[in-house]
């Protein structure tokens, strides 16, 4: 399991925004997820 502070990944490759993560905006989250190819 990889943490980066704003998300976890998890073995299966699953992308789980951590508490941190959800105080983002949700666009930030989703062109962060776009650049990650989720």
Do not use: A
């Amino acid at each position: 399991m990889i943490s980066e502070g704003l998300i976890t990944v998890s073995d299966n490759h699953r992308v789980v925004p951590t508490r941190r993560g959800r105080l983002l905006n949700d666009s930030v989250i989703e062109q962060f997820f776009d650049f990650v190819g989720v």
